[in-house]
């Protein structure tokens, strides 16, 4: 993959990209366990270039079904970049929680709730999904973000979070 940026970005407070063309060679792994089975899992491994640094990504999304009509699953991903000539890094862990039940052939109900470490936030979003009749479904969302990293900052952040529902 080949990117040219014009303009620098921040990719954290204190951690930032220049401007510059940059080429991204790595090597990715993925390992799936059978699907099908009550426990499966998909592991993942990325390594190589980042801009003008490297970065280092694993991650782990176990998923579990061993009751009829629930299924709960997770994901956990640590994600590390350097940039070693300019004395920057930056650590991203992410974590995951998904559960779905199918209630009925008309309902079903969902939830996930994830953490995310490089912007100290954690969001949820619950819903439930009532089918009628073939072709229609109505449903019902309730989404709410928290800043979990408010405690020692100043100016305190608020602790609501903005940001964009899964």
Do not use: C
């Not at 350097?82 to 309902?107: H, I, N």
């Not at 989404?143 to 602790?159: D, M, Y």
Request: hydrophobic fraction near 40%; charged fraction near 15%.
């Amino acid at each position: 993959m080949f990117e040219n940026i014009v303009e620098s970005f921040e990719l954290s407070h204190d951690v930032f990209v220049p401007p510059g063309r940059y080429l991204f060679p790595g090597l990715t792994f993925t390992l799936h366990t059978p699907p099908g089975n009550f426990l499966n899992a998909l592991l993942t491994g990325d390594a190589g270039r980042y801009y003008d640094g490297w970065r280092i990504s694993l991650g782990a999304t176990p998923t579990w079904s061993g009751i009829p009509d629930l299924e709960i699953g997770g994901m956990f991903q640590y994600n590390m970049v350097k940039f070693p000539d300019r004395g920057q890094s930056f650590f991203a862990p992410l974590a995951q929680l998904r559960v779905l039940a199918t209630l009925s052939v008309q309902f079903t109900a969902s939830a996930l709730v994830q953490y995310n470490g490089a912007d100290d936030t954690a969001i949820a979003n619950l819903r439930l999904r009532y089918n009628p009749r073939e072709g229609t479904d109505v449903y019902l969302v309730y989404n709410e973000g928290l800043n979990t990293g408010s405690a020692g900052k100043v100016p305190v952040p608020p602790i609501r979070a903005a940001g964009p529902s899964p």
